[in-house]
């Protein structure tokens, strides 16, 4: 017990002189105004519900100063599909409280914990815990887009070819063909449109926010028809095609690999059990016959 209180004086410590040195710098640090209180949509279950504490946090931790983590967090937050009201500062608050509360509660909870170095490789490891949880949110969106994509261009492709210009087509596609996080992007384009961007440009900066190799290639394409005057009918139908087969590609992968993955969990856990089950009538029968 008296571990745990010493480990949990360490950590209100430690958090004292953090929100000191983060509040003397926040003033300095002005990357924006007061924390947005809205609850960002996209963000897990359990960031949604302590979302006010985070917000609380996300003041003082301004002050931090990490221009490389900084702007690299800021791309995987756009790209996990979080939403707009969370940020950066929300993301270094999360990383300190993770860091204090989760060991303070593992410690309370299992005695191998209260351990000063065991503590200390928990609390390290809870530090790092929501970036592992944005980059496994991030890759979850992208294999979404990935996978709607290919409808998405044959809604296209039919449409154009049926005599729709290609922005109305888009439009028809976002408001009720389409659902998900790339409608959450088409939707991006159609309002950079809007707002006087050209139709190359918005796709270019589509495909430089998500960085997804498909949807980087289906977007050069398109602009490289618009540059030669190309049939955008003829376009879509071809990158449809490709987007198809690739798909189909993609689906022998991975049945493939599920092959071998599936033979260490078989010899492990499935091959034991049937040997038991085959040789232990023999070996008992053997132990107490009488020879």
Same mark, same amino acid.
């Given at each position: 017990?008296?571990?745990?209180?010493?480990?949990?004086?360490?950590?209100?410590?430690?958090?004292?002189?953090?929100?000191?040195?983060?509040?003397?710098?926040?003033?300095?640090?002005?990357?924006?105004?007061?924390?947005?209180?809205?609850?960002?949509?996209?963000?897990?279950?359990?960031?949604?519900?302590?979302?006010?504490?985070?917000?609380?946090?996300?003041?003082?931790?301004?002050?931090? +100063?990490?221009?490389?983590?900084?702007?690299?967090?800021?791309?995987?937050?756009?790209?996990?599909?979080?939403?707009?009201?969370?940020?950066?500062?929300?993301?270094?608050?999360?990383?300190?409280?993770? %860091?204090?509360?989760?060991?303070?509660?593992?410690?309370?909870?299992?005695?191998?914990?209260?351990?000063?170095?065991?503590?200390?490789?928990?609390?390290?490891?809870?530090?790092?815990?929501?970036?592992?949880?944005?980059?496994?949110?991030? +890759?979850?969106?992208?294999?979404?887009?990935?996978?709607?994509?290919?409808?998405?261009?044959?809604?296209?492709?039919?449409?154009?070819?049926?005599?729709?210009?290609?922005?109305?087509?888009?439009?028809?596609?976002?408001?009720?063909?389409?659902? $998900?996080?790339?409608?959450?992007?088409?939707?991006?384009?159609?309002?950079?449109?809007?707002?006087?961007?050209?139709?190359?440009?918005?796709?270019? %900066?589509?495909?430089?926010?998500?960085?997804?190799?498909?949807?980087?290639?289906?977007?050069?394409?398109?602009?490289?028809?618009?540059?030669?005057?190309?049939?955008? $009918?003829?376009?879509? +139908?071809?990158?449809?095609?490709?987007?198809?087969?690739?798909?189909?590609?993609? %689906?022998?992968?991975?049945?493939?690999?599920?092959?071998?993955?599936?033979?260490?969990?078989?010899?492990?856990?499935?091959?034991?059990?049937?040997?038991?089950?085959?040789?232990?009538?023999?070996?008992? +029968?053997?132990?107490?016959?009488?020879?």
């Amino acid at each position: 017990m008296l571990t745990v209180m010493l480990l949990a004086g360490m950590a209100c410590a430690f958090l004292a002189v953090l929100l000191l040195v983060t509040s003397i710098g926040a003033p300095r640090a002005r990357e924006g105004s007061a924390a947005p209180s809205e609850v960002p949509e996209g963000a897990p279950a359990f960031v949604k519900v302590f979302f006010p504490v985070i917000a609380a946090f996300s003041r003082p931790a301004r002050g931090v +100063k990490w221009p490389t983590y900084r702007s690299r967090a800021a791309v995987s937050i756009a790209r996990s599909g979080w939403g707009d009201g969370f940020t950066v500062n929300h993301l270094l608050a999360l990383k300190i409280l993770c %860091a204090l509360v989760l060991p303070l509660l593992g410690a309370l909870l299992f005695a191998p914990l209260r351990n000063p170095a065991v503590f200390l490789m928990a609390a390290v490891g809870a530090f790092v815990l929501p970036d592992v949880m944005l980059s496994s949110s991030r +890759k979850q969106r992208e294999a979404q887009i990935v996978r709607a994509l290919p409808g998405a261009v044959d809604v296209l492709s039919l449409s154009v070819e049926a005599g729709l210009e290609f922005l109305i087509a888009l439009e028809r596609l976002v408001k009720r063909g389409l659902s $998900g996080p790339l409608r959450d992007e088409l939707t991006a384009v159609l309002n950079d449109i809007r707002l006087g961007t050209t139709r190359s440009e918005a796709l270019r %900066a589509m495909a430089a926010r998500l960085e997804i190799p498909q949807l980087s290639s289906f977007v050069s394409t398109l602009v490289q028809a618009d540059l030669l005057g190309a049939s955008i $009918g003829d376009v879509l +139908k071809s990158q449809a095609s490709f987007l198809r087969t690739e798909r189909f590609q993609r %689906a022998e992968k991975a049945g493939g690999q599920a092959t071998q993955k599936i033979i260490f969990p078989m010899l492990l856990f499935i091959f034991p059990a049937v040997l038991l089950v085959v040789v232990a009538p023999i070996a008992l +029968k053997f132990i107490y016959s009488d020879f």
